[in-house]
């Protein structure tokens, strides 16, 4: 039997413009998705990341920065689906046409009993050290 880990498809939150072009399509913006880990029920995290407008933008050439946010949160009972390796790859969404993703990888710091969520930008030939952590605490759920 073989267990296969697929990254989440995140869900649009919402965005707001944060530079107005004349010119061009849409705005540049700054966008929340929600994702839920596919690997631990109970867990939902919220990214926000930094999306380039403009002509570029309209059709997909655009490179969007490298800047992104995470927060990750307790929702329900933590149910952890299988062992858990550190690094596993949670999300992943292009931020260009071929070179650079954005992505999020767990760890899980056992003896705290806590999951942490890692976010940050890689490309082919050069990353970025940008990044952001979130963590959860993995605690009973409801009513003691």
Same mark, same amino acid.
């Given at each position: ?82 062992? @858990?390796?550190?690094?596993?790859? &949670? ?12 992505? &999020? ?9 806590? @999951? ?29």
């Amino acid at each position: 039997m073989f267990l296969w880990s697929f990254a989440a498809r995140a869900e649009d939150v919402g965005c707001v413009s944060t530079t107005f072009r004349l010119l061009g399509a849409a705005n540049d913006k700054i966008c929340v998705e929600s994702f839920k880990d596919p690997d631990v029920d109970g867990v939902v995290c919220h990214i926000s990341r930094a999306v380039t407008g403009g002509l570029k933008g309209a059709v997909g050439l655009a490179e969007d920065t490298s800047d992104a946010a995470i927060a990750c949160r307790q929702i329900g009972p933590i149910t952890i689906k299988g062992k @858990l390796k550190d690094g596993d790859e &949670v999300f992943k969404e292009s931020r260009s046409l071929i070179f650079k993703k954005l992505q &999020v990888v767990r760890f899980h710091d056992q003896p705290n009993n806590t @999951l942490v969520y890692l976010s940050y930008s890689d490309r082919v030939i050069e990353g970025s050290p940008k990044n952001s952590i979130s963590t959860v605490p993995i605690m009973p759920w409801g009513n003691p």
